[in-house]
């Protein structure tokens, strides 16, 4: 609970802290030049709002009996002025429903005064509903307010005119009550009409028939009462919803950076690369199994050949099985290169979607999207387009092959030699046909294993690099999870 000024300076410095990683710096610069002059001067202020040319600035001189304030038909009022009434400050405000930046500096305003006068004018907005909302929120806000009716049709005092219009204004309080749960509405403001104009002429040529039928002084003194009755507590209250405001902005700008796609976006392209990685095992692996098909038939085949030598039969086999394999590579080089184009198309239709918007400059913190989109993930595409080259490279060396061919021809020969040493020629031919299967599937699995280690190493290294940009992400994620939890913190203080 917030008790005394230095608890104030104290929440100031946590949440400026915070807000120099999130807000923009004028928007601190203002937040820190409230809280300071709070603490300098802890008593409240009253606020002239509602919406424009209904007789705000009037209100102000008629209050003085002078002119100090602009008047006019025009928005004549467009920033806040600052006026010393008995004491107190009283803001005149641009008001609202003018234009967004005089909207801006009205709510602005409100936000840091403690006591409300609201002026209505009894020719145009006794029915507006926005009017009787913007009430409402001041009425949810506990802050004290004081309704005025300025008489500009000129009704007179007492009469059925004014007690129909004063009702008017009372049902529309009801209503407007209701809709936002607020109990007892018409206990919680009270309701003056007053001419504002007649008052202020009243006052300067000195007519008190005139300033008493202007109402005006009733209005005096219960601005009077209620600004002597107000105190501490309505300016704690207005500074401790300043200060949630604040802060709530703050949220808001920390939600949209947690929530930004980015993470999810990386995910998905994670997910896109494990399913290509995926397909191209499978279909590499079917190609081959195809291709090897009848393969061991054939071996068999030259081994029972009548007509030919050893040394024959063992160059046939080198012949074909050198033939079925480098056919073997052509085609995997083909997979890869539609795969390649496949990818290609994936990832820049990826990059088009994921294009980060450019809505996202409220903070000075370092924001994930630029650096992963302009920077990183480009040159992630560029390593994964340049992934199949890399497998070229591999497999296209055919040595390693070579190798490989020559130890399963030799193994199936000296088994072949031995037994037709022995002239056992059933069990031979029994023993060729598996030794031929077998061997075959030890190629099959050797060419399949080969192309899924390339695949695999060269996608390992781009999905890692994406990885720990997406784990990157999800720590920056709890940095500001971090500041987000402070910042609860605070407003848990305030309440
Ligand atoms: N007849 C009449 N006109 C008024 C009264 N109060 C204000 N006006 C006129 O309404 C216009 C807007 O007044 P102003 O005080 O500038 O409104 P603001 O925009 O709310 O500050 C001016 O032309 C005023 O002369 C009033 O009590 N009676
Ligand atoms: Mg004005």
């Known amino acids: 609970m917030i008790n005394d000024k230095n ?289 061991d038939s054939r071996i068999l085949e030259i081994l029972l050949s009548q007509q030919s030598s050893i040394e024959s039969k063992k160059s046939d086999i080198e012949k074909y099985l050198n033939a079925k394999v480098s056919n073997i590579n052509e085609k995997a080089i083909n997979i890869m290169k539609i795969a390649e184009r496949e990818l290609r198309t994936k990832t820049d239709e990826f990059l088009e979607f994921s294009t980060p918007n450019a809505t996202t400059n409220l903070a000075n913190i370092e924001a994930p999207s630029s650096d992963i989109f302009d920077e990183i993930l480009p040159k992630i595409i560029e390593q994964v387009k340049a992934f199949i080259p890399t497998i070229i490279n591999e497999i296209g060396g055919k040595a390693g092959w070579t190798q490989t061919l020559i130890l399963i021809v030799s193994a199936i020969l000296d088994m072949f030699n031995s037994y037709q040493k022995e002239e056992r020629q059933k069990t031979m031919q029994l023993e060729a046909r598996s030794k031929s299967q077998s061997e075959i599937n030890k190629l099959k699995e050797q060419l399949i294993n080969g192309y899924k280690n390339c695949i695999k190493i060269t996608f390992d290294g781009t999905i890692d690099k994406i990885d720990n940009k997406a784990k990157q992400l999800k720590s920056d994620n709890s940095e500001l999870l971090e500041m987000k939890n402070k910042l609860f913190a605070i407003i848990d203080r305030l309440s």
């Open 7 to 295: 608890d104030y300076r104290k929440i100031k410095d946590e949440v400026t802290q915070v807000a120099q990683k999130v807000c923009e710096s004028s928007e601190i610069e203002k937040f820190i030049s409230h809280i300071d002059s709070k603490i300098r001067d802890f008593r409240q202020t009253m606020i002239i709002y509602g919406e424009y040319n209904t007789g705000k600035s009037t209100l102000i001189n008629a209050l003085f009996g002078k002119e100090v304030a602009k008047m006019g038909d025009a928005p004549e009022t467009k920033e806040v002025h600052e006026y010393l009434y008995n004491g107190y400050t009283i803001f005149d405000t641009p008001g609202i429903n003018v234009d967004n930046k005089d909207d801006l500096v009205t709510k602005e305003q409100l936000e840091k005064s403690e006591i409300v006068l609201f002026v209505i004018s009894t020719d145009g907005s006794l029915e507006v509903e926005f009017v009787y909302e913007k009430i409402g929120e001041v009425v949810k806000a506990k802050k004290p307010i004081i309704l005025v009716l300025n008489n500009k049709n000129g009704i007179n005092p007492n009469s059925l005119q004014e007690r129909q219009i004063i009702n008017k204004v009372y049902l529309n309080l009801e209503r407007i009550g209701k809709l936002n749960d607020i109990e007892e509405i018409e206990n919680k403001i009270s309701v003056y009409i007053v001419n504002a104009k007649e008052a202020l002429k009243a006052k300067i040529e000195n007519k008190h028939r005139l300033l008493s039928d202007s109402q005006i002084l009733g209005l005096e003194s219960a601005i009077d009462d209620c600004l002597t009755k107000s105190g501490h507590k309505e300016v704690v209250n207005a500074l401790n919803q300043y200060i949630r405001n604040f802060i709530n902005n703050m949220l808001e700008t920390l939600d949209n950076k947690i929530d930004n796609k980015e993470s999810n976006q990386i995910e998905t392209l994670i997910t896109l690369l494990k399913k290509q990685q995926e397909s191209l095992n499978i279909e590499l692996e079917k190609m081959v199994n195809n291709e090897l098909v009848g393969a």
